[in-house]
């Protein structure tokens, strides 16, 4: 009855870690398996079992034939007292499956440290391995009850200089009908695994940079001193500010590094470059940052997030830009005007009126009735707030004046703001707003000579990105093209209308280096592509990568991520309205004074027409006498 104790261990352990799905390697016979079915049936537990006898043909493919599922973990215990169990655990071995995905539990009646040393000590063992030897003793107090010790056992990366651990866990007592620990045999309860493994001392990880301001065949100390300065922030922030992250996770978890330096982020999104490096596993780490995409996705995993990538268009329009005489009628529609206008002439009418009935019923003391032109012109200079020397004598003539003076203050106060607010207020902005308009627009266009750039311009899907590629890039000799970031920077700045197109972080330090504080507010921006967010990644399958999630979350949570990402990056200009620096020359008063020339030569012709009604009837009645 010694295995019913072994048996109820066995479920004790899974249903400790809530596994429902097992495979047990055994060499038993069937009849002694009967009990063992029956627990896992009672608990729910869905197992296969495999004779390692009858399945040594078979032990070749062991991954795919026994171990290839798709669930996210399965439990697997080995009777390592079998003749055959090294087949299992070197095919394990040679299959990478010494993982998170699998739960091991490896019995041994014997307790033979030396055989399990034997068997792992050159294995495939990972970090994340979760693998559990047990021993058995009889239990003194009964022959039928058991006493289990455990050990834990995982390796920091054999394959990057580590060497097997194993350490004692617990014992736990089990009779024919239940399982308690009995006793703690260290303190590895009471922290998780990842936790008790992180100190990777001894191991080396061979990490990927992306440097394109320095060449490749330069020294590595070269190299290292460019990521470690603190001048020029800007040239190729992203790997340097993924570098001195870096630096604290290398410094926390206490690994080393081999550096591998590339130029490129990527040829066609997984290929070359260091992405590429970290797709075939050549590469552990990598400082650089990446922009996640569906096929990167499934062969890298994202560990945080540390900042964003904004690809932007800028161009400038200076204050004032386009101001011409429509500003002057902008206050107001085409038929409030109208409707305004209306209004004077009715009001000159009907003070025409007034006056005539005041000179017939009132005898008013006017020497002479005005005329319709006199009152509408007296109508036009309430609006125009100018008053006027002749007023009505009645009380309902006077109110009408009064209302009409009225009137003409509301429009011309609400007039005079909305001008003084136009001509003085925010800078004007472009009407184009995407990257169709862009193309479409007679605006030229320059780009940052950087591999995203080119790599986005001849590769991208967009239909309004491949027209602007063929109106604003082909048949263009490329010197005007490209540009660097400083260049085009200062070309925006001095030639309103001029587009350059970068990443929005990098030439953000020289807009403002070379910009005056009025001259930041004066930009335009359009988005060039999607921002998405930069995450530091390791392999899809590297057994690091919780251990580095959880050390790189820790510093996303002190603050010190956000702090480098402050210093390396700039997420957006800030605008400063009230340092503007306001001139409204005589290039915007020009259209009143060609509108009052104009009134003076019209004026002049009437009075001509004026004369010359004067001769000509001076002349009819001397002809008449």
Known sequence: MANLALYNFIVYNLLQINLRNVVVFHCRQQPDLLLLTELFSRNYIFCQYINIKRANESLANLQKDYLDIELTKLGVFLDVNCDQSHLITNQSSQSLLYTHHFHWLLFDETGNMDRLVELFQGANLSISADVTFVTQQPEKRSKTDSLFTLYDIYN?????????????????????????????????????????????????????????????NASEDKMLAFLNSEESVHLDWMSRMGYRNNLLLQEMLRFNVTHIWRNLWSIYDIKGGAMGEMVNQKADLSTTPFVLSPARIRNVFSTTEISEFRSICIFRTPHNSGMNSAVFLEPFEANVWLVFGALLIICGLLLGLTF???????????????????????????????????VPNSIGGRLVFIALMLTSFIMYNYYTSIVVSTLLGSPVRSDIKSIQQLADSPLDVSFEAIPFVTAYLNNSPRSDIRQLVKRKVDGRNPINVFTTAEEGVIKVRDQPGFVFVS????????????????????????????????????????????????????????????KHKLFYSKSKLYCYESNYVISVGMEYAAPLF???????????????LEISWARLSRRHLNIMK
């Not at 967010?533 to 690091?544: A, D, E, G, K, Q």
């Not at 060609?594 to 001509?608: E, H």
């Open 356 to 390: 005539r009935l005041e000179r017939r019923w009132m005898r008013s003391c006017l020497k002479y009735i005005p005329s319709l032109l006199t009152t509408c012109l007296m109508s036009f200079g309430a609006a125009c707030i100018q008053g006027s020397h002749l």
């Open 156 to 216: 920091k990366g054999s394959h990057l200089g580590g060497i097997l651990n194993i350490t004692i866990d617990q014992s736990i007592y089990c009779n024919q009908t239940i399982c308690e620990v009995q006793q703690y045999l260290s303190d590895l309860h009471k922290r998780t695994k990842l936790k008790h493994r992180n100190n990777l001392s001894g191991i080396i990880f061979k990490q990927v940079t992306v440097i394109t301001y320095v060449p490749l």
């Open 503 to 562: 990443e929005a972080s990098y030439f953000y330090s020289f807009v403002e280096k070379y910009y005056r504080p009025h001259e930041i507010c004066e930009l335009n921006e359009i988005m060039f592509r999607s921002e998405n967010s930069l995450n530091t990644i390791v392999h899809i399958n590297s057994t690091y990568r919780e251990l580095l999630k959880q050390t790189q979350v820790r510093l996303l949570e002190t603050g010190i991520t956000q």
């Open 594 to 608: 060609i509108a009052l020339l104009i009134a003076y030569f019209v004026s002049l012709f009437i009075l001509m």
